[in-house]
């Protein structure tokens, strides 16, 4: 069955550090790959999204993710974080031929200190 | 205009009361889609309308009936709910249904059941 694992429930880091947020998937073909962030009591925004072509990806808001078929991961990179960054990240895959159904992972909450 | 609205932003409701969530979007998406999301999970998806047609119900109790009155309006009816129910309800749109579509998602209407 298809399924997306991250496995830091919680992540805190100080501002100006980098981040990598890791993001595993379970996945048979091509993934559809995506990230989203969800601020407290909010939507989700999208990040980035990797559907094929070159496995480095940029987004919004200064972040990339890498995606790597031999390890199965699409881990998410920031090489500079901002208070403002502080929420639930969210890395998820879409199924084919479903109808555009999203599997998430559990998340990533991240704290950042000053 | 890439916003998603979605009414009221928060409801308390009685396990007798009916009720009804709204969701409007004014980019042209032809699909949209209901979420549950409850505190510190990942959001699950409900329903999927595409081309104001249900397109997916992932086996969600008749207590809650989706609409889609046109292109732009998604409404959520909520009848004799149970407490288990409360959660933040997402609603997204996206251009058309598939694992390559970005969904928009909007801000949620939390809604408790007491």
């Known amino acids: 069955a298809q399924s997306v694992t991250q496995p830091d429930i919680h992540i805190t880091v100080s501002e100006g550090a980098s981040l990598e947020l890791r993001c595993n998937y379970s996945?048979?073909?091509?993934?559809?790959l995506f990230w989203y962030v969800q601020s407290p009591g909010q939507g989700l925004q999208l990040l980035l999204k990797?559907?094929?072509?070159?496995?480095l990806v940029q987004g919004i808001k200064g972040f990339e993710a890498e995606f790597k078929r031999s390890q199965s991961s699409f881990n998410l990179r920031k090489p500079s974080v901002h208070w403002s960054d502080a929420a639930e990240y969210f890395c998820?895959?879409?199924?084919?031929?479903?109808?555009?159904?999203?599997?998430f992972g559990q998340g990533t909450e991240l704290s950042v200190k000053p | 205009d890439t916003e998603v609205t979605q009414t009221p932003k928060h409801l308390v409701m009685g396990m007798t009361n009916k009720k009804s969530l709204k969701c409007e979007q004014h980019?042209?998406?032809?699909?949209m889609y209901w979420y549950k999301q409850k505190a510190k999970k990942p959001p699950e998806l409900m329903f999927v309308?595409?081309?104001?047609?249900?397109?997916i119900n992932e086996s969600v109790p008749s207590r809650f009936s989706p609409e889609c009155p046109n292109s732009s309006l998604l409404n959520l009816h909520l009848h004799a709910l149970q407490p288990e129910d409360s959660a933040l309800y997402l609603c997204?749109?996206?251009?058309?249904?598939?694992?390559?579509?970005?969904?928009?998602f909007g801000p949620g209407t939390r809604l408790t059941v007491t």
């Open positions: 997204a749109s996206s251009q058309t249904q598939g694992e390559r579509s970005k969904q928009y």
């Open positions: 996945y048979g073909a091509t993934p559809y």
């Open positions: 990797y559907f094929s072509g070159d496995t």
């Open positions: 998820a895959v879409a199924i084919y031929n479903q109808g555009g159904k999203l599997i």
């Open positions: 980019m042209g998406h032809r699909a």
């Open positions: 309308y595409s081309y104001e047609k249900l397109s």
